[in-house]
Every structure is written in C-alpha cells, then in structure tokens.
C-alpha cells in the first residue's frame, strides 16, 4: 500500500506541519506579550511577519490581537479583527463573542452588540463586568433606563460583580432619567461593596441631584469632593449654580461662585454669570445682579438673552420700570430677537407696575411681539369691544404662541385685568383658558366634596376662578342642587421659593376681606376647607346683599 518513494516526502510534510504549529504557538504568546505592553502597532506588525512565513493564525491569535485592541481602547479595531477571523477558516469561541459586545457597542454598532448579548443569554456564555458596562450605556444613550436596571439585575444574578466603571455608568443613566432617588441607593449599594467613589461617581451624582432638584444631596456631594480635596470642572460647578438658581438658593450660590473663582482652576464663564444673575434677580437683589452684571462685562462676555430676561424679571420687581425699558433697547441694539420667554416677563412686569407706567412697557411689549401688543393694548386701553371679539383676538395669540409659554401668558393677561378692574374681560380669558386646554381639572365634585384647585393659577387667575366658583355655587343653590357635606379650596403647597408670601397666603386674607367660612386646614398643606352649612350660610347672604345693591 505505501509507495518507499513518498515516505520521506510524507515525513517532510508531516515535520513542516509541526514545525508551523510549533510557530504559531510562539507567535501566540509573543502576541500575549505585546497585549500586555499595550503594544497593538507591535502586534499586527508581528501578525504580517506570521503571513509572510507561512504561519496560519488560530482562534488564540484572534482573540489575544482583538482583546489586544479592546485594553488600548481601539474598539474599531477589534471589530476589524474580529470580522477579517472567517477569511483565515478561525470561528470566534464564546469568550470572543462576549468580548465583541463591549467592542461592537463601543464602536457604535448597537443592533451587532445587541444582537450578540442575545445570543449571550440564550447560550449562557460568560460576560465580562466592562461588558455590562457598555450594555448600561448602550440602554441609557437610547434612553432604556429600565433595560439599564435589569441588566444590572442580570449581571448581579449571573454573579458577576458590579465594578466602578459599572457604577458610574449605572449613576449617569438613572440621573438622565431623572431618577434620583435610584441614583441614591445605587450609590450606597456601591459604598457597602467597599468600592470607592470616583471624581465620575460624584459628576454623575451631582448631575443627577442637579437635574430633579435634589438641592440639599447635590450641595453634600459637593461638600463631601471638597473635603477630599477633588477639583471641580466648570461644568459641575455651573450644574450646582443652576440648581441653586431653580431652588432659590441664594448664599449657597454665592458661596460656590467664591470657590470657583479661588479654585485656581476654573473661571466664570457665561452660564456661570447668567445663574447668578438669575438667582439675585428671583430675590430682589438689584445691586449684587447689576454687579454681577458688570462682572461679566468686565470678563468679556456680552449679556444673552437669559441675562436680560433675569435681569427685566430683577428690574420689574423693584419698581424700576425705566431700567425694564433700558434693558428691553439694549437686547435690540446687540441684535437680539426677543423670544417667547423673554416677552412673557416683560408681560409678567406689567402686571406688578404701576398704571402709570404701563404705557412704557406697553410700547416694549408692541416692538417685541405685536400680536401680544395687540390683546394688551385691548386690555390697558379699556376698549369697550364685544365680548366674543375680544375672545377671539385672545384666541389668535393661543394659536401663535408655543404651548410651553400659553399658561404664563393667560395667567398674566388675566392679571393685568383684575388689577384694571376688568373681571368681566378675566372670566372670558379664564373660560378660553380652559376651552383650549390651558388649565384643567380646576374644579372637582365628588359626592362629599366640591373643590377649586388653583395651584397652576396665578393669583389674578385664582381669583377669577374664585369668583367663579361662588357663582356656580350660588346658581346651584338658586336651582334646588345640595351641595356636599363638605366645600375646599386647593391653593397648593404655599411658599414659593422666592416669594416670602405664597398664593395660600395671600388666599387666606382674601377669604377673610369676603368674610368666606374657609379656614386653613391642619392637615392638608394648602387646603381652606368650609362645611354644607357655612357655606350655605354664607352664600345665600352674599346674594341678598348684591341683591340690595343692585
């Protein structure tokens, strides 16, 4: 059967084989070697030395140049790799699918890297914690944060631990989710696992408190990086100064300005000035927003306008209605379009100035937006129009306007007419207010209850609405209806953040000038409450006297 003439070419072939084989290994751990170096330009150069020789590469060379690429970062490059191993006759095992998760994630292909996590739970193959990392982040960029949440639960049942990078990943997903709260426990849940925060733990944290308005856990994270001594980056400290301005904390904003500013590190920038003049703005502090103002200036930045609608909101507050005006010019003259929010102060202001001075905002408001001019100019003038003509020159301002800004506006406007004694002209914005949606669910019936909510509304709005409501009240009794066993009013949860008296104060007096049986309820926060025969009482005493009147 064997031919003695090809014997020694059979060995020769059989010697040359091992001899490749025996190569290939020593290319392998040479290609380990370069890994650990972090060299990859090293490594390919060597996998091109293997070609010119002769020497085919394995599923072990693949792997080690792939995860080569993945440890200095270059996720491309692994996915080049990993698609060139079907030209050379190699099939990734299971841990070079797992790692091609992280590296197509990494690289931007997230249907591949989902793809193959599916495939990964489906043959249980073993998946790295910087693996579960990417798939964090993959869910969180599209904005799964519940997929973010079970993968995690995922990893932890598959026994995988959660390491620092995982965490940071986990922390940035659940604050751009506005999930504090969940933020809160991963972190302590990371703390009990003896892992130590990081300057991106504390970014994320901070962020996320930020961002829902958690001022007191944003301000202790803050507190807790400078006791370690961590340095702030411009954006965090602009993060905290923009949540300061949004909860109405004042010295706390300008303690962390000071700290910028000595940090040596980092310097105001725009936004840094534009929070701060927001803050003093919203507490009526002219000086300290003018100053800051000059700050800026002197720092080369030019006002935005947000700088001008803070400081218009600032100027108004104080009464100092020629600086509203002086303001309003300056944004025109540095080529600025006021824009919807911008106008909505200015209207906001008019409804704090004095009839005197109307006039002079009235020609700002016109410049700015002539259709708002217009419905203003119908109310301040005292226009004797119809009824139905007004409503629908109110009407045409709703459909151009953004709905973002339609509740401040139909707020303001029905504050200017019952500070103009135009109620009649407050009732019909009220009623096109809620024709269109603007407000809702302003009053409520349940069998044992009837109740005005007005914590949406402003206080000329709630008022509106009060008045109202003691109609319908007052028609209902004229027509035979019982009222409930018990009547409240909603103002909500009293304070605002920069107002020393909030609409359930300001609510309480009025009730008291009508001599209305509401009292504040003890324990519901923002509740007047009056029972069936109070209000009975009181309601069939009110019509006798206008009846008299009239």
């Not at 949440?149 to 049942?157: F, P, R, S, T, W």
């Not at 995988?160 to 991963?186: E, F, H, T």
Request: charged letters at 25%; aromatic letters at 10%; hydrophobic letters at 40%.
């Amino acid at each position: 059967m064997s031919n003695p003439e090809t014997a020694p070419l059979v060995l020769k072939y059989f010697q040359e084989r091992l001899k490749l084989s025996k190569e290939v290994i020593l290319y392998n751990v040479t290609l380990k070697v370069f890994r650990k170096c972090r060299d990859f330009d090293g490594a390919k150069n060597l996998f091109n030395e293997m070609l010119e020789r002769g020497v085919k590469p394995d599923n072990v060379t693949f792997s080690t140049i792939i995860s080569c690429a993945r440890v200095n970062s270059l996720p491309e490059k692994a996915v080049e790799w990993f698609e060139k191993m079907s030209s050379f006759g190699c099939e990734p095992d299971e841990v070079t699918y797992s790692v091609m998760i992280d590296a197509y994630g990494k690289a931007g292909n997230v249907d591949m890297a989902m793809s193959l996590y599916d495939r990964a739970r489906t043959g249980k193959w073993r998946v790295d914690v910087a693996t579960f990392s990417t798939l964090v982040k993959i869910y969180g960029a599209s904005g799964n944060f519940d997929g973010c949440l079970n993968v995690y639960e995922e990893m932890k049942a598959l026994g995988v631990k959660p390491n620092l990078a995982l965490y940071n990943s986990l922390l940035d997903a659940m604050g751009r989710a506005k999930r504090p709260w969940q933020a809160k426990n991963i972190y302590k849940e990371m703390v009990n696992n003896m892992i130590d925060p990081s300057w991106g733990t504390y970014a994320a944290l901070i962020r996320a408190y930020c961002r829902a308005r958690y001022g007191e856990d944003a301000l202790n994270v803050y507190r807790e990086m400078k006791e370690k001594g961590m340095e702030l980056s411009v954006v965090l400290y602009n993060t905290l100064l923009s949540m300061c301005a949004d909860v109405g904390y004042t010295d706390q904003a300008v303690d962390i300005y000071e700290d910028m500013k000595s940090s040596g590190t980092c310097m105001p920038d725009s936004w840094t000035f534009s929070s701060l003049i927001t803050i003093y703005s919203c507490s009526g502090k002219v000086e300290e927003a003018e100053a800051t103002l000059n700050e800026m200036l002197e720092a080369g930045f030019e006002p935005n306008i947000f700088v001008s609608t803070s400081l218009i909101q600032c100027y108004g507050k104080a009464g100092r209605i020629d600086d509203v005006v002086r303001t309003f010019n300056r944004l025109l003259e540095l080529g600025i379009t006021p824009d919807e929010r911008f106008c909505g102060c200015l209207l906001n202001v008019m409804t704090q100035a004095p009839k005197e001075e109307l006039a002079k905002l009235m020609g700002c408001i016109e410049r700015a937006n002539p259709k708002l001019g217009h419905v203003v100019k119908l109310i301040a003038d005292g226009d004797n129009l119809e009824g139905e003509i007004f409503k629908k020159e109110a009407d045409e301002l709703f459909d151009y306007i953004g709905t973002d800004v339609r509740k401040a506006y139909c707020n303001c406007l029905i504050d200017l007419c019952v500070n103009l004694n135009q109620l009649e002209r407050a009732c019909q914005l009220l009623d096109l207010g809620l024709t269109r949606g603007i407000y809702t669910d302003i009053q409520s019936k349940t069998p044992t209850q009837w109740s005005l909510h007005l914590k949406s509304l402003s206080l000329g709005a709630a008022l509106t609405a009060l008045h109202i409501w003691m109609n319908d009240l007052t028609r209902a009794l004229e027509n035979g209806e019982e009222l409930p066993s018990l009547l409240g009013i909603n103002t909500g949860h009293g304070k605002h953040k920069y107002s020393e008296k909030g609409l359930a104060g300001v609510f309480e007096s009025h009730l008291k000038e009508l001599n209305a049986p509401f009292h504040e309820a003890p324990d519901k926060v923002g509740w007047f409450l009056t029972t069936k025969v109070a209000a009975t009482s009181w309601l069939e005493s009110r019509h006798s006297q206008e009846g008299v009147a009239a």
